[in-house]
């Protein structure tokens, strides 16, 4: 040990190595167990390896999964990444990161738990996979308007109710569309007692589940659900739009974009989004790179359910720039 290295510090370096190296938690979480900055844990594992406290070989039969993850979440300050592996079929691609948030969730799922949810495929898929489980005043509330064609089973209003029936819990719905045709609309419908009354109640939820969507048209679930044309969807993306969380319209930057269909959405605003503590992300496939990578960096996200192809993919997005 050297001298200028006493005892005390010796061993928080130890147990600061066998949280990361060895537990596999993130620099964040081992930050929360300690009670200190995130930065200081990043320095402290350096110091692990300057002086030789640990030493890394890299060994071909390594976990590639795990080292995602952890970049994953080092990079963007995530709570938690969940990393499913790669497969030659993407639609068994959305099962598997479906089932895999499933799991993930399970823990969080308590009495008097309030559930914010979103829509899409691969968010149904996780609604598919929560086993049943009965709890006392769980709620489910939809965070925004529905899409009122396409669908009905990937849309907010189901998935709201399947789940809170998974939880012997209740639902509140937003009796709208998730677009409007004008502000002046969108004025009307926000000042009618149950639209605002759900939106209310979805302010205040614990745990957001939302699918992280693209607007490249060939992958474009609201194309899918015949909710965008191609155009529509191609023109969004021209004009900066990389994807959608939870109906709000993105940049390359994470930045909810100043645009008309933002201002015609009927749902929660980004502000009150952001003050969700659990806001969990699901996306499958390596297309969807640019909308997570956005969504990511937007800090939308604090759990993050992907799989190996759409991880390798935003890593190497923001690596490259």
């Known amino acids: 040990m050297p001298k200028e290295l006493d005892a005390t510090r010796h061993d928080l370096l130890v147990d600061v190595a066998k949280l990361y190296w060895e537990q596999d938690l993130t620099q964040q979480q081992i930050a929360r167990k300690l009670g200190v ?8 594992l350096k110091l692990c390896r300057d002086l030789r406290i640990v030493e890394i070989r890299i060994n071909d039969d390594s976990s590639h999964i795990a080292r995602l993850r952890r970049e994953l979440c080092d990079k963007f300050g995530l709570a938690d990444a969940v990393v ?44 598919r996979h929560v086993s049943p489980m009965p709890l006392e005043g769980a709620e489910v509330v939809q965070l925004h308007g529905g899409l009122g064609e396409g669908n009905p089973e990937i849309d907010g209003f ?23 045709r004008n502000v002046a609309l969108k004025k009307l419908l926000l000042a009618e007692k149950g639209i605002s009354a759900s939106l209310k109640r979805g302010a205040g939820v614990q745990i957001a589940l939302f699918g992280i969507g693209s607007n490249n048209p060939g992958i474009s679930s609201l194309v899918r659900a015949g909710y965008l044309s191609k155009d529509e969807s191609r023109a969004l993306a021209e004009g900066g739009a990389i994807g959608t969380v939870c109906g709000f319209q993105i940049g390359a930057n994470g930045s909810v974009l100043p645009i008309d ?3 015609r959405l009927i749902g929660i605003d980004s502000g009150t989004f952001l003050r969700i503590p659990v806001r969990v992300g699901v996306a499958a496939g390596s297309l969807k790179a640019q909308a997570v990578a956005a969504a990511l960096r937007g800090r939308f996200v604090t759990m993050l359910v992907v799989d190996e192809a759409a991880a390798s993919a935003v890593l190497a997005l923001c690596t490259d720039g």
């Open 37 to 44: 900055a995130r930065s200081s844990i990043s320095n402290l």
């Open 261 to 263: 269909v933002n201002r």
């Open 158 to 180: 189901g998935l709201a109710q399947k789940l809170a029936e998974k939880l012997h819990g209740r639902y509140r719905i937003v009796q709208a569309p998730m677009i409007v």
């Open 84 to 127: 499913v592996p790669a497969g030659p079929d993407p639609r068994q691609a959305t099962v598997h990161v479906g089932l895999a948030a499933a799991a993930r969730i399970r823990p969080l799922l308590k009495d008097r738990v309030r559930i914010g949810i979103s829509w899409g495929t691969t968010l149904y898929e996780l609604v």
